[in-house]
């Protein structure tokens, strides 16, 4: 079991920056490739980026490629969003996820219905 805490949303002005911060709970944060989804109001849930368990692979939506990076750091249990260059339509709920991997492996799931575990989200709103 993995519990997920998401922290670091807010309001920010577009052309912005804000880093979202994901603590997981657990002895075993390193067995788990790390994502991030986003939701805004009226759409489905969607990818944003995506790390191996490794941090050797990292996958992103072609909406935040170049502003966006994931990053974890296994001793803190953590994973990262560093967004730049933010738009308002970068406004949504972000969720950080879990999905659990026996092996390591060169490719990240962008599909939400592949992660194990989710946090109960940041609210990331970007004005105009």
């Known amino acids: 079991q993995v519990q997920l805490v998401e922290s670091g949303g807010g309001l920010v002005q577009a052309g912005g920056s804000l880093r979202l911060s994901c603590a997981a709970s657990g002895r075993t944060f390193s067995s788990y490739d790390m994502g991030w989804f986003r939701q805004a109001p009226g759409k489905e849930r969607e990818f944003v980026a995506a790390i191996s368990r490794s941090t050797m692979t990292t996958r992103y939506a072609d909406s935040v490629k170049g502003r966006v990076t994931i990053s974890r750091d296994n001793a803190k249990n953590t994973v990262y969003l560093q967004m730049n260059s933010l738009k308002p339509e970068d406004t949504a709920i972000y969720y950080c996820?879990?999905?659990?991997?026996?092996?390591?492996?060169?490719?990240?799931?962008?599909?939400?219905?592949?992660?194990?575990?989710w946090g109960q989200g940041t609210q990331v709103t970007v004005s105009s």
């Open positions: 996820s879990a999905k659990y991997r026996i092996y390591y492996s060169n490719d990240v799931s962008a599909a939400p219905s592949e992660y194990d575990y």
